[in-house]
């Protein structure tokens, strides 16, 4: 073998290294993400301890597998004052958070859930780093599963919230509505639900994946680190 292959060789491998290492690194600093797929099941995403599993499956690929990772989910109790209702804003830690390429996102809940909020279509990225399709793309990925209103909490078990989580995440058919949130911080109007990253509208249709990729989604998640 010449000696100029071999030298191409060597580079190419350490390049390869190289890359392989930055990729590791970011992940491990990465206390933020939108999922790059769903589970494929629509919002039947076994609840929220699916939903974490999914959280922590692509954390885990991304090389930030050491953090406890959660779903930015709320779910609804069976009556107004069900203590069983579950907040997405109380389940994700304290913060800050940062996407895979370092950049801040908010620095507590507080921050998350107000005007400063970091989150565009630039900065919201998937645990690979990528940029999430926005509603002029093809296919239109905006939709982002919440069931959360806009400060954090969910949604009173009763009309017109009725069913704001797709039964808790475990509906999948024709039946039942989720509350999402667009990460490109665009609608079909400026008003602030259109272009709320946590509460612009829900999914009609039912909570399959066909009815979730008909309203701009995609059955895909925000997911922080709590720890």
């Known amino acids: 073998m010449h000696s100029g292959t071999k030298t191409w060789m060597a580079l190419g491998g350490s390049l390869f290294l190289w890359g392989a290492t930055t990729t590791a690194a970011l992940g491990a600093d990465m206390s933020f993400f939108i999922t790059s797929a769903g589970p494929g099941n629509g919002a039947k995403?076994?609840?929220l301890e699916g939903a974490d599993r999914h959280c922590q499956s692509l954390a885990a690929a991304a090389g930030a597998g050491k953090r406890t990772w959660r779903a930015y989910l709320s779910t609804q109790g069976a009556a107004l004052d069900n203590a069983?209702?579950?907040?997405?804003?109380?389940?994700i830690g304290t913060g800050p958070w940062h996407n895979a390429k370092g950049v801040r996102i908010a620095k507590d809940v507080e921050d998350l859930h107000s005007a400063n909020a970091n989150l565009t279509k630039e900065t919201a990225l998937d645990e690979k780093g990528q940029m999430v399709n926005e509603r002029t793309e093809k296919p239109n990925r905006h939709d982002i599963l919440t069931g959360s209103r806009p400060d954090g909490t969910a949604f009173p078990p009763t009309p017109p919230f009725t069913d704001m989580t797709c039964g808790n995440w475990t509906k999948g058919g024709d039946e039942g509505a989720a509350m999402t949130g667009h990460h490109d911080r665009a609608g079909p109007t400026l008003h602030a639900w259109a272009t709320s990253w946590n509460s612009a509208y829900p999914t009609?249709?039912?909570?399959?994946?066909?009815a979730l990729r008909g309203t701009g989604g995609d059955g895909l998640l925000y997911c922080f680190a709590e720890k």
């Open 204 to 210: 009609r249709g039912g909570c399959s994946q066909t």
């Open 45 to 47: 995403l076994g609840g």
């Open 84 to 91: 069983n209702a579950v907040h997405a804003r109380d389940r």
